[in-house]
């Protein structure tokens, strides 16, 4: 299985300050096909998991453009412009590259 | 718009069964595979199963193999996850999801649209 891990645990942020969210997968994410099946979450309190991210660095529809995906093989970032109050919440990187697919333990991100 | 309706969880004793069903609407549900994955009280979010669009194709995760099985049925645009021998570990909300493209593998294909969640407890 493909092990997904995440840093930090917890982020406090400050509003309209920028902040980024590493992944690190166990084995390259890298397909032939050039794309990387890497997919961002963020799971707002108390709601269901939303698609921020999907093959690295494409935002999902409705995304606000301060959300951005980065890397490739086994080395992922996300990267929040300027923060604002809405984005606090735990995001969770996802392998889709092959079942099972995995996700990484959780960064917990909150306003400072 | 993509609505995801789950039902079914509940409290149930160790060794018992129990089926959940989620039911889709403001897409068509035959063209997409589907997937459930579940989230233990304050934890993380771990992947349970999924199936192809069309049934075809079905895959599970290790903690669930052998014991849970996902199925659909596209006259009812319905998703179901019926799990046996329910053990205390298998306590979680458990999510169904859709994926982003028709017609697209089980992987590769973001899970795009998650449902609201229904909590299943085990125990006695």
């Known amino acids: 299985d493909i092990v997904m891990t995440q840093a930090p645990l917890s982020l406090p942020v400050i509003p309209g300050e920028p902040a980024s969210i590493s992944c690190r997968s166990s084995q390259s994410l890298l397909h032939s096909s050039g794309d990387n099946y890497l997919n961002w979450y963020l799971q707002k309190p108390g709601q269901s998991p939303q698609l921020l991210i999907y093959l690295g660095s494409n935002r999902a529809s409705g995304v606000p453009d301060r959300f951005s995906g980065s890397g490739s093989g086994i080395d992922f970032t996300l990267r929040i412009s300027r923060v604002e109050a809405e984005d606090v919440g735990v995001y969770y990187c996802m392998q889709a590259l092959q079942t099972p697919l995995t996700f990484g333990g959780g960064t917990k991100v909150e306003i400072k | 718009q993509v609505r995801l309706d789950t039902s079914g969880g509940g409290v149930v004793q160790p060794g018992k069964s129990l089926r959940l069903s989620c039911a889709g609407s403001g897409f068509t549900f035959k063209n997409y595979a589907m997937h459930w994955v579940r989230q233990a009280p304050g934890k993380g979010l771990e992947w349970v199963a999924a199936?192809?669009?069309?049934?075809?194709?079905?895959y599970y995760g290790d903690s669930v193999k052998g014991r849970f099985t996902i199925s659909r049925d596209n006259s009812k645009d319905t998703l179901y996850l019926h799990m046996n021998s329910l053990r205390p570990e298998d306590t979680a909300v458990y999510y169904c999801?859709?994926?982003?493209?028709?017609?697209?593998?089980?992987?590769?294909?973001?899970?795009?649209?998650w449902g609201q969640g229904t909590l299943v407890t085990v125990s006695s």
């Open positions: 999801a859709k994926v982003m493209f028709a017609f697209g593998g089980l992987t590769v294909n973001p899970p795009d649209s």
């Open positions: 199936v192809a669009f069309d049934g075809s194709n079905k």
